[in-house]
């Protein structure tokens, strides 16, 4: 009964290549988040969506697309992977946009070659 | 811009050793503060939140934070750390309706039997 689950858990891939990162929350919130963790563990939040609706996107390159097919599901879709795309990705899910506490979900290690 | 500064980068203490942890925000209007956990290899994990109220916070795990918005300061404390304490921490701070959560850059605590 994982709250908030993301797959793959682990990604290596080589640098040109389009991957995929899928993650689903079971908790009934309304906002998911997607957030990259550096190698000096640096969080920095990259998209969030409310009910299917884009809120931020921070200045994230345009090879990083999110998708959220419904609220329980945000996806986040990478074109021509390049070598600092390396990285721990976690999404995260909240009830609504008030600051209400963010729920994470494992992580989607990602390594490219 | 806003941003969060962890004093401590890494901190090592001998188990039963009370600690505390510093965390700094720069922004004007109202916060929601956050004090995450990432335990080696695993996900963030809640340990409190301050929303209003009391300023003095209890968290899981015998921890608390103490807000004091005229030093825009929300540190972390233990009376007594325990080895299993090891782990990143993380304060973050949640400003405006987006819910953007800006987090510190993360304190590695490591806690010798």
């Known amino acids: 009964d994982t709250a908030v689950s993301q797959t793959p858990k682990y990604l290596v891939t080589q640098m040109g290549n389009d991957k995929s990162i899928k993650c689903e929350q079971n908790?009934?919130?309304?906002?998911m988040y997607w957030y990259k963790q550096d190698s000096k563990k640096f969080l920095k939040i990259m998209f969030s969506?409310?009910?299917?609706?884009?809120?931020i996107n921070e200045t994230v390159p345009n090879r990083f697309s999110p998708k959220s097919p419904d609220k329980a599901h945000l996806n986040l879709h990478i074109n021509s992977l390049e070598l600092g795309d390396s990285a721990v990705y976690f999404c995260?899910?909240?009830?609504?946009?008030?600051?209400?506490?963010?729920?994470f979900g494992p992580g989607t290690r990602l390594l490219v070659l | 811009a806003q941003s969060v500064s962890q004093h401590n980068h890494h901190v090592i203490l001998s188990e039963a050793a009370s600690l505390e942890l510093g965390c700094n925000y720069s922004?004007?209007?109202?916060?929601?503060l956050f004090w995450y956990v990432q335990y080696p290899g695993q996900h963030l994990q809640l340990l409190l939140k301050?929303?209003?109220?009391?300023?003095l916070v209890k968290g899981i795990k015998g921890f608390e934070a103490e807000f004091i918005k005229s030093k825009f300061s929300f540190n972390l404390r233990k009376p007594s750390v325990q080895w299993s304490d090891t782990a990143e921490y993380f304060c973050?701070?949640?400003?405006?309706?987006?819910?953007?959560?800006?987090f510190g850059q993360g304190t590695e605590l490591s806690v010798k039997p």
């Open positions: 995260a899910s909240s009830q609504g946009l008030g600051g209400e506490t963010q729920y």
């Open positions: 301050y929303f209003s109220g009391d300023p």
């Open positions: 973050a701070v949640n400003v405006g309706r987006r819910g953007k959560l800006i």
């Open positions: 908790l009934g919130h309304d906002t």
């Open positions: 922004y004007g209007g109202t916060v929601n």
């Open positions: 969506y409310n009910n299917k609706e884009l809120i």
